[in-house]
């Protein structure tokens, strides 16, 4: 709330600096995404690790006996939550959907090592936090990292968008 005055400016500061790299065609500003998104995935899984160590009961939520006891449990529920998790998946892929230049092996290992893990650290750390406060969180990412880490992931966050509208 205290920043909303400025939400405008910088999105218009933001949609200036993007139209003011695209000179410098996907090379110039591939050097810069690349790190930018690794630091982005990395950063959110060391976030949510921050709260699995608080509550790694968390962890049970990916054994696949309690996924199909919820979907049995919860039809309506899981409906929704099964769609969420596609949006989530693919929104993540969009990050790094315009690596095709690489080859198979470098996108696959990027998955497996650093993208899958740090989407799972992140989304069970969100559910660790969530649980921690009853279930009655707005924005349990940007709460979660509160203090001195907001502002650099509100820009990250920021920075990772930029990168998927571009893919």
């Known amino acids: 709330p205290a920043l909303q005055p400025y939400v405008v400016p910088l999105t218009l500061m933001i949609l200036a600096m993007l139209f003011a790299v695209q000179r410098f065609g996907t090379g110039g500003v591939g050097l810069v995404f690349g790190p930018v998104t690794a630091v982005w995935f990395l950063a959110i899984g060391l976030s949510g690790l921050n709260h699995i160590i608080d509550d790694p009961e968390i962890l049970w939520a990916i054994s696949p006996h309690y996924i199909v006891a919820f979907l049995i449990n919860s039809p309506d529920v899981s409906f929704v939550t099964i769609g969420a998790v596609f949006l989530a998946v693919t929104g993540a892929e ?5 690596l095709g230049h690489f080859g198979r092996k470098p996108i ?52 990772a968008t930029v990168i998927a509208s571009q893919a």
């Open 94 to 98: 969009a990050l790094y959907a315009d």
């Open 108 to 159: 696959v290992l990027a998955w497996l090592a650093i993208v899958f893990p740090c989407l799972l650290l992140n989304y069970a750390g969100q559910g660790a936090y969530v649980l921690a406060k009853g279930g009655t969180v707005g924005h349990p990412f940007f709460e979660m990292n509160e203090g001195w880490a907001l502002i650099p992931m509100v820009v990250l966050a920021a920075a």
